[in-house]
């Protein structure tokens, strides 16, 4: 790779702290806020750790200003430290202008929001709508607006850039691209040239501010889809926005291209790790959140090691292999640590301020990408004009095919209406998802103004009319709840008396067929025993029979023996008849 050198090592790191205004629920409503962070100029602050015994802020404030001694007090210093005041432009100014011209001269640069949930890391990256014209608007917003701002001003028709968006998440250890929903999975490689990429994720290219925004919404609305599905995800995963612009300069010499890299990394809230009681799903998300963020510590330790290690453990999760680059490479990157200034998150605070002031010793050495790759599209995209050119002249030169150039142009119009139409659809659905943001921030306006209004008055909410009105609504509400609950019950419970009757009607049914059952295969029992002494009956009626006709045959032959010897002596017998008749 070629490339030049740039700046001292640690102009290559830098970080940044950044303490946001006290919070509706941080602030006494008698007393007002008393923070524990002191910010001395823009590069050092002090957080103060309370010794003494005082249990509220107003008087742990009162008895560190008589007692001064009471207070432990931790002095940082940065690059950059902004207090409570400072604006949404001061920060993108110091902290992230310089990373998006580092981009634009051909740099990878690094933007890390780092810190506890509810600590302004997506209120810095993104502020509350992407809109140009809104002064709350963050990072990201700001960062498109000057690159886009940089194509436009320059003039000169020798450079031609292109600019290309991705989108991924790290959820769980599993990598997936936030702008195409069926790539998930994804494996994280490094060449040589390219340094470290995530392999197949979706590359956009853009042409304004409006396409990014679109992309964006897009990625919010998969992430927040997925966090319907999968239980608060959004605010549970790590993501990363990149932008890539080429650049191409074409000069006597030939073509030099530039390849500039802009990740804004948006880190799941640290304190997260300390979910306790978490159970199933939840604890594996914590787990691997805790997992992930004392990899990054881990990673930040050795690279920031007096005895200089030579193993640093990017490999140890997806997160760190994925910043290898942002991380002690080649590489502008700029940590913003985000703290609030409540006595409630001091703990927090300080470790987030610990963990940053050890991230300030980290040194990167970043190059300019001069030619990175062969394939870099926009020299794709020339070789590949030049060749068309080529082959148009030669046609223009030899036998016009007017149709054909006709039909192309109509082709090219045609894609043409087809970008502008996708393009709509993007912006509008850009714009939807905003004034759903901007509504939702309406009503969180208003619910913070009703609670401030009913503090102000005197009363303690529990007591006000509204809040009464509101709880005996809640409580009629959950009334007909109940007793459409009942009714519900009520009715299950008579079917289920119904079917018990219905399958005691077939039990009863069931055991008079029984009976009859019994009552016949007795009836058969008998009968059969009947037929069986009829047999023997008449068994004993035929044995009697045969020996009556064997008694009879005997007789008979005696009779006839008997007639032959009265015949032989004269004697005349009569016959039977005769006998008979006489
Ligand atoms: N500098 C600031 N000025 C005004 N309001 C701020 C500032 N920083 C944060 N806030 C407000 O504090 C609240 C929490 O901020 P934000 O949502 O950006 O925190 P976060 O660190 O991104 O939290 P999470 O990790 O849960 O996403 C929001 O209402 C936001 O508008």
């Known amino acids: 790779m070629n490339g030049s050198f740039t700046g001292s090592y640690s102009e290559n790191f830098k970080v940044a702290v950044r303490v946001r205004p006290p919070v509706d629920r941080e602030i006494d409503p008698d007393h007002g806020f008393f923070s524990v962070v002191r910010v001395q100029d823009s590069s050092s602050m002090t957080i103060i750790e309370y010794m003494g015994i005082a249990d509220n802020d107003y008087e742990r404030e009162l008895s560190l200003r008589e007692n001064p001694s009471l207070g432990n007090y931790h002095t940082f210093t940065f690059d950059n430290v902004?207090?409570?005041?400072?604006?949404?432009?001061?920060?993108?100014?110091?902290?992230?202008?310089?990373?998006?011209?580092?981009?634009?001269?051909?740099?990878?640069?690094t933007l890390i929001a780092y810190g506890q949930t509810g600590t302004g890391k997506t209120y810095t990256m993104e502020g509350f709508k992407f809109d140009l014209t809104d002064p709350q608007r963050g990072m990201i917003p700001r960062a498109v607006e000057d690159i886009f701002n940089y194509i436009e001003s320059s003039d000169s028709s020798d450079l031609k850039f292109m600019v290309r968006v991705s989108y991924v998440q790290i959820y769980n250890e599993i990598i997936s691209d936030l702008l195409k929903i069926d790539r998930t999975s994804l494996q994280i490689r490094e060449e040589k040239k390219r340094g470290v990429f995530v392999e197949g994720l979706s590359e956009w290219a853009v042409r304004g501010h409006n396409e990014i925004f679109a992309l964006m919404d897009r990625g919010h609305t998969l992430r927040a889809t997925a966090s319907t599905?999968?239980?608060?995800?959004?605010?549970?995963?790590?993501?990363?926005?990149?932008?890539?612009?080429e650049q191409m300069n074409t000069t006597d010499e030939g073509n030099e291209i530039r390849v500039g890299k802009l990740n804004i990394v948006d880190l799941a809230g640290s304190e997260r790790v300390r979910v306790t009681g978490a159970t199933g799903k939840r604890l594996e998300e914590s787990k691997k959140i805790n997992q992930s963020l004392s990899a990054l510590g881990n990673v930040i330790a050795a690279l920031t090691d007096a005895k200089a290690r030579t193993h640093i453990p990017y490999r140890d999760s997806k997160l760190t292999r994925l910043l290898e680059d942002s991380l002690g490479g080649n590489c502008k990157t700029t940590m913003l640590a985000m703290i609030s200034p409540a006595f409630d998150a001091f703990s927090e605070s300080l470790s987030t301020l610990k963990f940053a002031n050890r991230a300030k010793n980290i040194k990167n050495v970043a190059r300019i990408n001069e030619d990175v790759d062969h394939k870099a599209l926009l020299r794709k995209y020339e070789v590949e004009l030049k060749h068309l050119r080529g082959i148009l002249e030669g046609k223009v030169d030899f036998a016009p095919d007017m149709q054909r150039v006709y039909e192309l142009e109509e082709e090219r119009r045609k894609a043409e209406a087809d970008k502008?139409?996708?393009?709509?659809?993007?912006?509008?659905?850009?714009?939807?998802?905003?004034?759903?943001?901007?509504?939702?921030?309406?009503?969180?306006e208003r619910i913070r103004m009703m609670n401030s209004q009913m503090l102000v008055g005197g009363k303690?909410?529990?007591?006000?009319?509204?809040?009464?009105?509101?709880?005996?609504e809640r409580q009629m509400a959950l009334?007909?709840?109940?007793?459409?609950?009942?009714?519900?019950?009520d009715r299950e419970r008579q079917q289920i008396e119904d079917?018990?009757?219905?399958?005691?009607?077939?039990?009863?049914?069931?055991?008079?067929?029984?009976?009859i059952m019994i009552a016949l295969t007795v009836r058969l029992n008998e009968r059969d025993e009947t037929i069986l002494l009829l047999q023997d009956e008449l068994e004993s009626l035929d044995k009697l029979n045969k020996q009556s006709e064997e008694a009879l045959k005997k007789q008979y032959l005696r009779n006839e023996q008997l007639e032959k010897l009265l015949q032989l002596s004269g004697i005349t017998v009569p016959k039977k008849e005769?006998?008979?008749f006489s």
């Open 229 to 245: 599905k999968m239980n608060d995800l959004s605010s549970r995963s790590h993501a990363v926005f990149i932008v890539i612009v």
């Open 460 to 472: 303690k909410v529990e007591e006000s009319p509204q809040f009464l009105i509101a709880l005996e």
């Open 82 to 109: 902004y207090d409570q005041n400072s604006t949404q432009e001061e920060v993108y100014e110091y902290s992230g202008k310089p990373a998006v011209q580092s981009v634009l001269e051909g740099y990878n640069a």
């Open 499 to 515: 079917d018990k009757a219905q399958i005691d009607r077939y039990k009863q049914l069931l055991l008079r067929q029984r009976d």
């Open 420 to 444: 502008e139409a996708a393009i709509e659809a993007l912006e509008m659905r850009s714009r939807e998802y905003m004034s759903e943001k901007e509504e939702k921030r309406r009503l969180e």
């Open 578 to 580: 005769q006998l008979m």
């Open 479 to 489: 009334k007909q709840e109940y007793e459409i609950k009942l009714q519900e019950l």
